[in-house]
């Protein structure tokens, strides 16, 4: 139960993929009673308030590698100010907790999966998210193809996140982790903590 997971006052980031891009927000356990979880409420770049109503959300713990995944989120008015009600997952009988083998730094750009327009949605240590409008099934192989970086990537993870969009989530071929991709990884990680400490502010 995501509540036994949960403190108040537990800084946690919030990875909201949609059908056009992914986003990372930070926030924090405002009150737990119950099952219920109150958290802050997070802003898109206009200063609206993210209804996360398009996609999928996961919850991770700031600086734990467990991921709450397929996480239901309510803007709601309490005590005259708008916070998020969670409860857990979508579906309280399916078990969407897992481990993540390194942090995922978010990029958020055009790319070419298997020569088809994609989304590269955020990199780690050891492989790459992907949107793409096209199905494949977990074990295959795509080349991920962004500026200098060329890459295979196993799927490991599918999701549906729009109509006839999916995210994979791919481990890299081990012969392509170094040069361009290793590069990558340590820019954008270098743009995630800055973004992280700002927010911090």
């Known amino acids: 139960m995501l509540s036994d997971k949960?403190?108040?006052?537990?800084?946690?980031?919030l990875d909201y993929k949609t059908a056009?891009?992914?986003?990372?927000?930070i926030s924090s356990v405002l009150l737990k009673e119950g099952s219920l979880i109150a958290l802050k409420p997070c802003?898109?770049?206009k200063g609206n308030i993210e209804d996360f109503s398009e996609g999928d959300v996961s919850l991770s713990i700031k600086g734990s590698n467990t991921v709450i995944s397929n996480l239901k989120i309510?803007?709601?008015l309490y005590h005259g100010e708008k916070i998020y009600l969670t409860y857990g997952n979508r579906d309280d009988n399916d078990d969407q907790t897992y481990h993540r083998a390194?942090?995922?730094?978010?990029?958020?750009?055009?790319?070419?999966a298997n020569d088809r327009e994609a989304k590269l949605i955020d990199v780690s240590d050891h492989g790459f998210g992907i949107i793409l409008n096209h199905k494949?099934?977990?074990?295959?192989w795509v080349e991920l193809k962004y500026r200098e970086v060329k890459v295979m990537g196993k799927i490991m993870?599918?999701?549906e996140v729009g109509i006839d969009t999916y995210f994979y989530g791919c481990k890299a071929d081990d012969a392509d982790i170094s040069g361009p991709f290793e590069r990558l990884i340590m820019r954008q990680k270098e743009e995630f903590e800055d973004?992280?400490?700002?927010d911090e502010k």
């Open 20 to 25: 056009d891009a992914g986003k990372v927000y």
């Open 43 to 45: 802003y898109d770049d």
């Open 102 to 112: 390194s942090v995922r730094y978010p990029v958020n750009a055009d790319c070419k």
């Open 74 to 76: 309510v803007p709601v």
């Open 6 to 13: 949960l403190e108040e006052g537990m800084e946690v980031i």
């Open 157 to 159: 993870q599918s999701k």
């Open 195 to 198: 973004k992280l400490n700002e």
């Open 136 to 140: 494949y099934k977990n074990g295959l």
